[in-house]
């Protein structure tokens, strides 16, 4: 019997504890502590046991350092897919220049190519930051999908939640305002678009998913957290968010992040965080059960097969590349 289910991608955005040190204002960062070492490992087992081929999307500084070469090269030997998530990992990327920010995705890829030996053709903003000109470098470089939207209304209330929780000068405040996203990413479409550049060309655009209709997200940080409430509320929200998916022919990109696998005995150094008070491996189980649900109504690739899949399509929606998270108009107040 053919499979029935449509597809769904599972990607994981490698965030080092280095970034979120150096997000939350933390002393200590510019060394780059690192525990992809300890995390990457029992990650690969899960997927194994899971039997997914997800991709990871690799920062580069973190693939251009010997202590994570063999942990990243791990990754794509166990048959998973690498993307591109900047050099610098700084969520305001798109007010770099258009030098800068080209010497950040060729230097980004450099270092992934030589770490893992597979050269990205998909990429995620830092904190969901895009901008026109990156996606014509993007394109220039041969990309087939950019992956940096994330179309909710949550996002004010995340920045106000990390501004709340960061120490940070007025300075640091003003570059980071920007973070997370307006209410204006919240009217973004949900489904897989074209991005329309210059030129006649195109690039693929997968949006993290959020729940059709209502636009709450239900990536494994936001589910984890309601597990706290309830495991059964987790797995029912989760159910109702993927028939709704399944109702609206929308094809999830389900969005995982290493706090989301990563236990408080992992990363002592993370306990301010939400959620770091479960153990990995608790949190371990928890994404099993999770991902076992989402199959049973999809069928889970990494993104560059959902990608290939999708650009095969002639009815995707087209949009122009207006409202940057930037568009030039320096910070936002809070
Ligand atoms: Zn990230």
């Given amino acids: 019997m053919a499979d029935q289910r449509p597809l769904a991608s599972v990607s ?29 490992p029992p990650v690969l087992d899960a997927l194994d046991r899971l039997g997914l081929r997800i991709t990871f999307f690799v920062v580069g500084v973190d693939a251009a350092r010997a202590e994570n070469a063999a942990a990243l090269r791990s990754v794509t030997e166990r048959g998973h897919e690498v993307g591109n998530h900047s050099f610098e990992h700084e969520p305001w990327l798109h007010r770099y220049p258009r030098e800068q920010l080209e010497r950040e995705i060729a230097d980004a890829e450099e270092a992934i190519v030589g770490a893992t030996g597979q050269r990205p053709i998909g990429f995620r903003g830092p904190g969901f930051s895009w901008s026109a000109d990156l996606f014509e470098i993007l394109l220039d470089r041969g990309y087939l999908y950019d992956a940096s939207t994330l179309p909710t209304f949550l996002g004010p209330l995340a920045r106000a939640y990390y501004f709340w929780t960061a120490k940070l000068s007025p300075e640091d405040r003003a570059e980071r305002a920007a973070l997370f996203g307006s209410v204006r990413d919240g009217l973004r479409p949900i489904k897989a678009y074209r991005w329309r550049m210059a030129n006649r060309r195109t690039l693929l655009e997968i949006p993290v998913t959020t729940f059709p209709g209502i636009r709450t997200p239900f990536h494994l940080s936001y589910l984890l957290y309601l597990s706290r409430i309830s495991e059964r509320l987790m797995l029912g929200y989760l159910r109702a968010a993927a028939a709704a998916c399944r109702l609206t022919g929308t094809q999830p990109s389900f969005l995982l992040h ?35 649900v989402l199959g049973e109504y999809f069928t889970l690739v990494n993104m560059s097969t959902h990608a290939r899949s999708l650009d095969t399509r002639s009815n995707l929606a087209v949009r122009k590349p207006e409202g940057a998270p930037s568009a030039g108009n320096g910070p936002k107040a809070m």
């Fill in 12 to 40: 994981l955005d490698l965030d080092n504890l280095w970034s979120y040190m150096k997000t939350h204002g933390d002393a200590g960062w510019e060394s780059r502590p690192t525990y992809l070492p300890v995390f990457l």
């Fill in 258 to 292: 290493p706090l989301d696998l990563l236990g408080g005995d992992q990363a002592p150094a993370l306990a301010f965080f939400p959620g770091m008070d479960l153990t990995g491996e608790r949190k371990r189980e928890l994404f099993h059960r999770v991902l076992t």
